[in-house]
Nanobody
């Protein structure tokens, strides 16, 4: 059974940093695109960043220059390094991935940016 498990969320002060991780589990899986989305309080879920199997990346304008997405294919893991965090980055962050012929979501990890 395929699962995406996120970790790394928490409480951080404005200007601080966090690194989120998302590991895919399951045997003999083929992972294609991976990405991060977020849903802030009272907001719709939005794209944060994506990365293809070849390493091409795409970012939301609101996080460009502050967030970096990367992946380790051997570990079946995608990362999101978040720097210079702002209160408006407060959200539940979800991992998303195309694995085989299906699209999967993680359970989410909460990030709170507050002083």
């Amino acid at each position: 059974q395929v699962q995406l498990v996120e970790s790394g969320g928490g409480l951080v002060q404005p200007g601080g940093s966090l690194r989120l991780s998302c590991a895919a589990s399951g045997s003999s899986i083929v992972i294609y695109g991976m990405g991060w989305y977020r849903q802030g309080p009272g907001k719709q879920r939005e794209l944060v960043a994506t990365i293809t199997s070849g390493g091409s990346t795409n970012y939301a304008d609101s996080v460009k220059g502050r967030f970096t997405i990367s992946r380790d294919n051997a570990k079946k893991t995608v990362y999101l390094q978040m720097n210079n965090l702002k209160p408006e980055d407060t959200a539940v962050y979800y991992c998303n991935s195309d694995i085989g012929a299906r699209n999967y979501w993680g359970q989410g990890t909460a990030v709170t940016v507050s002083s």
